[in-house]
């Protein structure tokens, strides 16, 4: 079960390495969107800690 989890995480990663590898930067680009408790936040802020 913990195998299972683990290459589905590093699947999600691979997929976002090889989509900015080809040009792609939406998914780590910043992208401003407004939080209703914060404020301006980072929509993509976790996609890039994973690369």
């Known amino acids: 079960m913990g195998i299972e ?3 589905s995480k590093i699947e999600e ?3 976002a390495y090889h ?3 080809a ?3 939406s ?3 910043y992208k401003e969107f ?3 408790e914060w404020g301006t936040d980072d929509e ?3 996609n ?3 690369l």
Do not use: E, F, I, P
């Open 5 to 7: 989890r683990l290459r």
């Open 19 to 21: 989509a900015l590898k």
């Open 13 to 15: 990663q691979q997929t």
């Open 27 to 29: 998914t780590v680009r």
């Open 34 to 36: 407004h939080n209703g």
């Open 48 to 50: 890039r800690l994973r």
């Open 23 to 25: 040009g792609n930067d």
């Open 44 to 46: 993509n802020y976790m």
